[in-house]
């Protein structure tokens, strides 16, 4: 999973780079460990990390530009993305 955390953080910072390499690789933590919670919480078995990464991979096309905007309204990350 470590190889994988290391290339979507740097896909992240490609895809916003107003996020520092740290940033980035909080945000990519933070989210995975979300989704894997999420997903297991619903009831669905664990599917492997492919799964993570597709939706990781998702998710960073779609919001990685704007992510950093996020920290700042929602308390959950802002203490841990703040300078």
């Keep these: 999973m470590k190889e994988i955390i290391d290339q979507l953080t740097i896909e992240l910072q490609e895809k916003n780079p107003n996020l520092t390499e740290e940033k980035a690789r909080t945000w990519v933590e933070l989210l995975a460990s979300d989704f894997e919670s999420s997903y297991a919480k619903a009831g669905y078995d664990y599917q492997g990390t492919a799964v993570v990464e597709k939706v990781m991979r998702q998710w960073i096309d779609s919001y990685g530009d704007k992510i950093h905007e996020f ?3 929602n308390p959950k990350y ?6």
């Design 71 to 73: 920290a700042g309204t």
């Design 78 to 83: 802002a203490h841990l993305l703040n300078d």
